[in-house]
Each structure stands twice: as structure tokens, then as C-alpha cells.
């Protein structure tokens, strides 16, 4: 079963805009984590989020996270076209000996 | 230079054939992860291995075995493939107590199954 839940499932913004996506899930986490994928390739981690944090930042990404609200959200900000890719959100639980629960991804399209 | 993986990148078999995609890593991580994608369907996990000694299913393990033969290598079997097995395989690692397991992927296998 899905843990995480992103929405919307397909983005297209110009270049230089901003993206947010957005991850709901359902249970407690010990962290909340962003991949992106490129098409057909494997993921790669963008950023992670204790379930004790709210906001954090990396680059151009910034990423909340409201536990009261089991959501997370994405922000790209001065998107380029080379963001385009899936984005992934992925929860982490279980105690110490955890794994990841991935959604079903964000398509972002940045049109050049 | 990868770090993690897998063999073979593409691979076209036949309903009822056995197949086997590798997975090796030079991270020196000790849990290793099995997930297929679908699309629409995200990533689901299959097998996974905290050390040598442990394997555990994951959410859709019917159909499939593991083997971790060492601690950077983490094979996984089709018995017996359907083509409903179609899709694209990614192996994973991480390494306990540290970046709270964020996860290093390989570049997937994609299996097609006819």
C-alpha cells in the first residue's frame, strides 16, 4: 500500500517559475524524504526532513513538513528545464530498523 | 564510476523462464533493497536485506527470491517469469545510522516479460 500520496500527479510551468508539489501520508514517520527521477533512470535523493523539523532547505529546494497534517510539500524555486523529472516523496518508519514507502510521484515539466 | 549496479540494464525473456538481476556496490553499505516501478504505480519494495544474515519481504515478494551472497552483492530470481512481471527493477542501498537511511539507487533493469 502507498504511504505517501503526491499531488498533483503532473506539473508544466515555464522556466523560472516555481514548483510545488505536495506528499500526504497516513501513519508516523521518522523522516520524510524527496527523490527525483529522471525518465527511466534510477532516483536520486534530493533532501530529507526529521519528523521533528519543519522546514529545511538545500540550493533552490525547500521542503516543509506538518506532521499535524501528515503532509510535506516540494518547492523548486527559478525553475530551469533541467528539473524536469519525476519527483518522489518517500516516508520512513518503523523504528530504527525502517524502510522507505514511496508515492506514486509528481511529473514536473519545465517548459524552456 | 557507479556506485551501485545493476546487471543486465535490459533484459526480453519468455513466460516461464528464469531470470536473475544482479545488484553489487562498492559504498560498503550493509542493507541492500529490491524495488520494482510500474507505471503510475511508484516505487513498491520486494526484498530487502540488512546484513548477510537477514532477508525480509517487502510489500510484493510473491514471485521472487533473493539472495545476498555477500555483503556487496544482492541478487534477485524470478522462478518462474509471467508477464505481469514486466517492469523496471531498481536494487537500493543505505547504511544504518547514518542520513536516517536515505537510499542510493542503481540505474534499474528494465524486464520485459513476453
Known amino acids: 500500500s502507498q504511504q505517501g500520496e503526491e499531488d498533483p500527479q503532473a506539473l508544466s510551468i515555464q522556466e523560472g517559475e516555481n514548483a510545488t508539489m505536495n506528499c500526504s501520508y497516513k501513519?508516523?514517520?521518522?523522516?520524510l524524504q524527496w527523490y527525483r527521477q529522471n525518465s527511466g533512470r534510477g532516483l536520486v535523493h534530493l533532501i530529507l526532513i526529521r519528523s521533528n523539523e519543519r522546514e529545511k532547505h538545500s540550493g533552490r529546494l525547500r521542503v516543509t513538513l506538518d506532521t499535524s497534517k501528515k503532509s510535506s510539500s516540494l518547492l523548486i524555486t527559478a525553475s530551469r528545464a533541467a528539473d524536469t523529472a519525476s519527483y518522489f516523496c518517500a516516508t520512513a518508519s518503523g523504528g530504527s530498523n525502517y524502510k522507505l514507502t514511496f508515492g506514486k510521484g509528481t511529473l514536473l515539466t519545465v517548459n524552456p | 564510476d557507479a556506485d551501485v549496479t545493476q546487471t543486465p540494464r535490459n533484459r526480453i525473456t519468455k513466460t516461464g523462464k528464469r531470470i536473475m538481476l544482479e545488484c553489487s556496490q562498492t559504498?560498503?553499505?550493509?542493507?541492500m533493497y529490491w524495488y520494482r516501478q510500474d507505471p503510475g504505480l511508484g516505487l513498491r519494495l520486494i526484498y530487502y536485506?540488512?546484513?548477510?544474515?537477514?532477508?525480509n519481504k517487502g510489500e510484493i515478494s510473491d514471485g521472487y527470491s533473493v539472495s545476498r551472497q555477500a555483503q556487496a552483492k544482492f541478487s534477485l530470481s524470478l522462478e518462474s517469469a509471467i508477464p505481469n512481471q514486466t517492469a523496471l527493477y531498481f536494487c537500493?542501498?543505505?547504511?544504518?545510522?547514518?542520513?536516517?537511511?536515505?537510499?542510493?539507487f542503481g540505474p534499474g533493469t528494465r524486464l520485459t516479460v513476453l
Open positions: 559504498k560498503g553499505h550493509d542493507r
Open positions: 536485506s540488512f546484513d548477510v544474515k537477514d532477508i
Open positions: 501513519t508516523s514517520i521518522n523522516n
Open positions: 537500493a542501498t543505505s547504511v544504518y545510522g547514518r542520513s536516517y537511511n536515505e537510499q542510493f
